[in-house]
């Protein structure tokens, strides 16, 4: 079992920055990926980004890629997303997921917190 807590969303205005954290509990060792899903209001749960505990490989949504990086800190078990240059559509609840593949489908996560919600004015 792996436990998955975020922090960090809020309400925004266009432009700005914000970082969610989520806090990486139990067997780490076995879901070695890390991701980031975001599900905006009344649409399906989409994939942002990805990175192994193991360090080395990301990966990035086009929509987000220039603006948002993910980053860890294995020693806390630590996983942050770093939101830039913030846009309306990147309103959704945020969701951390783990994972014992590099996936970029939802599918293939095998768990996720209760996740953080983000709104980005205009």
């Known amino acids: 079992q792996v436990q998955l807590e975020e922090s960090g969303g809020g309400l925004v205005q266009a432009g700005d920055s914000l970082r969610l954290s989520c806090a990486a509990s139990g067997r780490t060792y076995d879901n070695d990926v890390m991701g980031w899903f975001r599900q905006p209001p009344g649409k399906e749960r989409e994939f942002v980004t990805a990175?192994?505990?193991?360090?080395?490989?990301?990966a990035y949504a086009d929509s987000v890629a220039g603006r948002f990086t993910i980053s860890m800190d294995n020693t806390k078990k630590m996983v942050y997303l770093q939101m830039n240059k913030l846009k309306p559509e990147d309103t959704a609840v945020y969701y951390c997921?783990?994972?014992?593949?590099?996936?970029?489908?939802?599918?293939?996560?095998?768990?996720w917190g209760q996740g953080t919600k983000v709104t980005v004015s205009s």
């Open positions: 997921e783990a994972s014992n593949s590099f996936t970029t489908k939802a599918m293939g996560y095998n768990y």
């Open positions: 990175i192994r505990w193991s360090g080395g490989s990301t």
